[in-house]
């Protein structure tokens, strides 16, 4: 059993992932009229543009409107709209488990059994099949190759006095994925609290989303970055001069699952975009953006070092992340603001 794999057996008995065995299902019937899906997600613009556009290929019936922006705006925007009564979204795809699990627990979200999960390790899907992880996305270090010579190989590094006012990272009153990455720092006993700290006495800032951490440190603003792998990567394959650690004293890991809402206007289209997602087809084309693909078998992205195998992944208890999840943000806020 990989690190990766125990890491998400121990975050899917709190969240609600499953152990039991997949068993082979129908795709949904494909939609036969035009038709219109609302989905929300935190998933960068032109990355979102490109799978979009992939998936009409294959379903051009669905006309997919969306609204995207960091996983907890994205959030904020829809509890507003549960209190004024009026939730848009069909779908949600938003960076990890924990903003489904609590969706879950207030009852919000359609279940699916027929979803296609074939194949999958079950570990990482909910087992009530309101939620499906679509992808693996890790948290690691980037830097400026023209501003570090001696790049870090740690998340300790980075209190190196050489980087002092030059780390930024992402808010996680903002990302997701930071909100997670925060989160399992500061639960882990070997970073904690005393970590983040240090980083503000080393004069570590504080952006808002990845997609700000990866200017700054593209542009030579900062010249490291604590950022998800797959955004780093692609800037390094485009020609950036930027390149990415995954630090040898471990990662945080998310899934970016995927879920219909109860309130869901069009289930059936939404059911189609998740068959997408899951299928080989959807899986290879996220391989082929850069991310991790969530089934077995499709091979790593290009954009991955040769012959990459999963990191090692800091373990904590996820009822951590779940409790503590507001008192972070704070803590966090009142270290770096926003």
């Known amino acids: 059993m990989g690190p990766m794999r125990s890491l998400l057996i121990a975050i899917a008995a709190v969240f609600g992932l499953g152990l039991a065995s997949a068993q082979a299902q129908s795709p949904a019937p494909a939609a036969t009229t035009k038709t219109d899906l609302m989905l929300y997600t935190s998933q960068p613009q032109d990355m979102l543009n490109a799978m979009i556009s992939v998936f009409n290929r294959s379903h051009p019936e669905i006309t997919v409107h969306f609204f995207r922006s960091g996983t907890t705006e994205v959030m904020n925007k829809l509890e507003a709209e549960y209190a004024a009564g009026a939730p848009q979204p069909d779908l949600l795809l938003v960076a990890n488990a924990l903003d489904l699990s609590q969706m879950k627990a207030k009852d919000r979200l359609l279940a699916y059994p027929e979803a296609p999960t074939a194949g999958y390790d079950p570990a990482i899907h909910d087992p009530d099949h309101r939620y499906f992880a679509t992808k693996r996305i890790t948290t690691g270090i980037a830097y400026n190759t023209k501003l570090v010579q001696d ?21 996680p009153l903002y990302s997701g994925a930071a909100a997670l990455h925060v989160g399992t720092m500061t639960a882990s006993p070997a970073f904690g609290w005393a970590y983040y700290e240090a980083l503000a006495e080393n004069g ?25 792998d797959f955004m780093a990567l692609n800037a390094k394959a485009k020609g ?30 939404a059911k189609v975009f998740i068959d997408w997602l ?37 373990s904590v208890d996820p009822e951590i992340l779940i ?16």
């Open 204 to 228: 570590a800032l504080a952006g808002r989303g990845n997609g700000s951490v990866m200017e700054a440190v593209a542009s030579g603003q900062s010249a490291v970055g604590i950022i998800v």
């Open 323 to 338: 409790k503590d999840d507001e008192q972070t943000k704070r803590t966090f806020s009142d270290l770096f603001g926003g």
């Open 151 to 171: 790049p870090p190989k740690s998340w300790k590094d980075l209190l190196d006095r050489r980087f002092k006012g030059q780390v930024i990272m992402p808010s």
């Open 240 to 269: 950036s001069p930027v390149d990415f650690v995954f630090p040898s004293d471990g990662v945080s890991v998310i899934t970016e699952p995927v879920a219909i809402l109860k309130t869901a206007r069009n289930p059936a289209g």
């Open 278 to 314: 899951l299928s080989a087809e959807g899986q290879a084309f996220a391989a082929e953006q850069g991310y991790l693909p969530a089934l077995p078998g499709v091979a790593a992205p290009k954009t991955f070092p040769a012959g990459f195998v999963d990191p090692l992944l800091i």
